[in-house]
Every structure is written in structure tokens, then in C-alpha cells.
């Protein structure tokens, strides 16, 4: 099974790893990170493919995909 996880302090809520996810799992935050942007998460860690398309789209490299 796939892990994806996001460095949400560093995560500016860009939004291009959301239009990357094939599955439609990673979604932008209701709550602010430190920085007052809504970060980026996983909201259906199981249904993950580990593809790494949210991970290449980020332009601050804040995703780590582990397969």
C-alpha cells in the first residue's frame, strides 16, 4: 500500500498536486498551517495508487510518496 504524506507547514495551498491526483484523494485543508495557507492532505489514504503525480507537480518538493 501507498503512503503519501505532506510537510504542511511548508505547504503554500497551491493546488496543483490537486488536479494531479488521479483518485481524487488530496484535497486542500479547512485549517491553516503556520504560514495562514491551507495545506494540502490525503483524505483517503487507502485508496492511494503511489503514482507520485501530486509529488512531481509540487513546485516546493513538500509530498513524499512511499510505495
Known amino acids: 500500500m501507498a503512503k503519501v504524506t505532506f510537510d504542511k507547514d511548508t505547504c503554500k495551498g497551491c ?10 484523494i488530496v484535497k486542500l485543508s ?10 494540502a ?3 483517503e489514504q487507502e485508496n492511494c495508487i503511489g503514482c507520485a503525480f501530486c509529488a512531481t507537480m509540487c513546485p516546493d518538493c513538500v509530498i513524499t510518496v512511499e510505495k
Open 15 to 24: 493546488g496543483l498536486c490537486v488536479g494531479a491526483c488521479p483518485k481524487g
Open 30 to 39: 479547512n485549517e491553516l498551517n503556520i504560514k495562514g495557507y491551507h495545506p
Open 41 to 43: 492532505e490525503v483524505t
